[in-house]
């Protein structure tokens, strides 16, 4: 249970709820790309802000709002720091990427985008970062176009350089694929949009929790991810501005926290991030969700994606063993993360997903909130293997043999055609 890169035994032990059986079986959970596993210590961070510093943060003189709000405020440098970020004031906690998304939307999108004007997306991109754009363009009378996806799961570069120009306002793009594991080289991509004057998003939910990520180097200007995909709690989302922006933009949501001075008719907001976390934050998961960025710096993001490299590689040479199955996206492994999506000849992936569960194998099944792309892979939906730090080779093993039975549930394997 050891790769190279990391010693998944002992961190297995951090993980409470991997110690189970489902249907009899030792719990497989292999659906990391939806949500991850939470460690014993964010577990316990969690009760333990409870049990000694609940209070509201930012308000009180107290000792526990004072405690409340360091270690609330703590995160943001943490968060600021696994991204490769410089100033935490360019953080903004929100519910999770899809509020963060939508907030730039609302707060710059409604400001800065008109009739006529395009926003760029691809057609890999999770409806989280489709839909907010459809609502925008619909308010705005704005365009959506799509970057496409070429045969073997790549952006079509080609497709962006043709369809940016002087009308492109945005252009927002997934880092990693959700579906394809696909890593979007997203540093070019920026150039693309910034010779054009046209600002970038970067859809970080599956590439913040499994690779190093530096948003100075990539050149975005926004960049979303979510606590609950790497360790953290559930509603916990991040949106990072680069520095300036947030302060060019108007609030997202209003009430309290966020204002400077509230008049009858109108008020003045609060300084930086502030300004976009109106009422109540979610304290307690912001603060858990800081002790899951300790976890995974404690473990280093180099040997986590290395870890999960190892994994692919293993996984996707197992699958192509077994045959009768179509395995979506890359090959090469520089330019995939740790997410494996398939079909099985002739097995509706709902059907694959159920009979896996009775082997104890948590996989996902459907179109994982990415229509255009199943449209574009001519499929109603996959199934999707995705991998974290508390995964083995054995595990992929158990995926394997359980594949084998779907195949034995579905007819004669010999017949198929290996991929
Ligand atoms: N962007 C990508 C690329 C995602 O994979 C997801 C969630 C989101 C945005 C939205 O994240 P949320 O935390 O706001 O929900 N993806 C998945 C998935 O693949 N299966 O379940 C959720």
Redesign the pocket.
């Known amino acids: 249970m050891i790769t190279q890169a990391l010693d998944v035994a002992r961190i297995r032990q951090d993980f409470p709820i991997l110690a189970q059986e489902v249907h009899g079986r030792p719990l497989v959970y292999l659906d990391n790309?939806?949500?991850t596993q939470k460690p014993r210590q964010v577990i316990d961070a969690l009760v333990r802000y409870y049990e000694t510093t609940n209070a509201n943060i930012h308000r009180g003189i107290h000792q526990l709002a004072v405690r409340a709000t360091e270690q609330y405020e703590a995160v943001r440098e943490k968060a600021t720091r696994h991204i490769g970020a410089s100033n935490s004031q360019d953080i903004v906690f929100t519910r999770?990427?899809?509020?963060s998304?939508n907030l730039v939307a609302r707060a710059w999108g409604d400001a800065n985008i008109g009739e006529g004007d395009e926003i760029v997306l691809t057609t890999m991109?999770?409806h989280?970062?489709i839909v907010p754009w459809q609502l925008l363009a619909q308010r705005r009378g704005a365009v959506l176009r799509y970057v496409a996806v070429t045969d073997d799961g790549y952006l079509d570069l080609e497709s962006l350089r043709a369809m940016v120009g002087e009308r492109t306002k945005l252009v927002s793009v997934?880092h990693?694929?959700?579906?394809l594991g696909t890593i979007n080289p997203v540093r070019e991509i920026a150039e693309v949009a910034h010779q054009a004057g046209a600002l970038v998003l970067v859809?970080g939910?599956?590439s913040a929790p499994h690779m190093a990520v530096d948003v100075a180097s990539m050149g975005c200007d926004f960049f979303?991810f979510?606590s609950?995909?790497m360790l953290g709690p559930t509603g916990v989302?991040v949106l990072w501005a680069r520095e300036g922006l947030l302060d060019e933009m108007d609030p997202f949501l209003g009430g309290g926290e966020m204002i400077s001075i509230v008049r009858p008719d109108r008020s003045t907001w609060a300084e930086g991030p502030h300004k976009f976390e109106a009422g109540t934050p979610n304290i307690a998961d912001v603060i858990a969700f800081g002790t899951a960025l300790d976890y995974l710096a404690e473990l280093g993001m180099e040997r986590v994606r290395e870890h999960e490299k190892e994994l692919t590689a293993y996984a996707m040479a197992a699958l192509e063993d077994l045959g009768g199955v179509t395995i979506h996206g890359p090959r090469k492994l520089e330019d995939r993360g740790g997410v494996v999506s398939f079909t099985v000849d002739g097995a509706h992936p709902h059907d694959v997903s159920t009979i896996l569960d009775g082997h104890g194998v948590a996989i996902?099944a459907g179109h994982?909130?990415a229509q255009l792309l199943m449209r574009r892979l001519s499929v109603p939906a996959t199934n999707?293997a995705s991998f974290y730090i508390y995964n083995t080779e054995q595990e992929v093993d158990a995926l394997v043999a359980a594949l084998r039975h779907v195949q034995e549930v579905f007819g004669d394997a010999d017949t198929r055609t290996a991929v």
């Open positions: 790309a939806a949500t999770n990427a899809t509020e998304i991109e999770h989280s970062n997934v990693a694929s959700n579906v859809d939910a599956q979303a979510s609950h995909k989302g996902r994982h909130c999707r």
